[in-house]
Nanobody, 121 residues
Framework: VQLVESGGGMVQPGGSLRLSCAAS????????MGWFRQAPGKEREFVAA????????RYANSVKGRFTISRDNAKNTVYLQMNSLKPEDTAVYYCTAGPGITTQDSDYDYWGQGTQVTVSS
């Protein structure tokens, strides 16, 4: 599975961005999908994950209520809608694919190259 993220950029605090992750290769719909992020000087952290059907989701406490993960299996794409962005959301965001909903990055099999999100006034 090859994963390519897009949609990152710079936004003011309180603003919104939608990240997209396009998948190609093996059957996208059979994979659970996730988003992680890594800020400068910090470890990579879990953001959100979604089941293959889209019916189950999981979020980090820090983004719950502000971010929404979704997927369109017909388009082989997973999305991360980010609202009410804060400066502490600034990071490189990575799309990932794996066999289950898990918060551990070591459990995921495939990773994108990342897209930068900067929240600043």
């Amino acid at each position: 599975v090859q994963l390519v993220e897009s949609g990152g950029g710079m936004v003011q605090p309180g603003g919104s961005l939608r990240l997209s992750c396009a998948a190609s290769g093996r059957t996208f719909s059979s994979y659970f999908m996730g988003w992680f992020r890594q800020a400068p000087g910090k470890e990579r952290e879990f953001v959100a994950a979604i089941s293959w059907s889209g019916r189950s989701t999981r979020y980090a406490n820090s983004v719950k209520g502000r971010f929404t993960i979704s997927r369109d299996n017909a388009k082989n794409t997973v999305y991360l809608q980010m609202n009410s962005l804060k400066p502490e959301d600034t990071a490189v965001y990575y799309c990932t694919a794996g066999p289950g909903i898990t918060t551990q990055d070591s459990d995921y099999d495939y990773w994108g190259q990342g897209t930068q999100v900067t929240v600043s006034s």
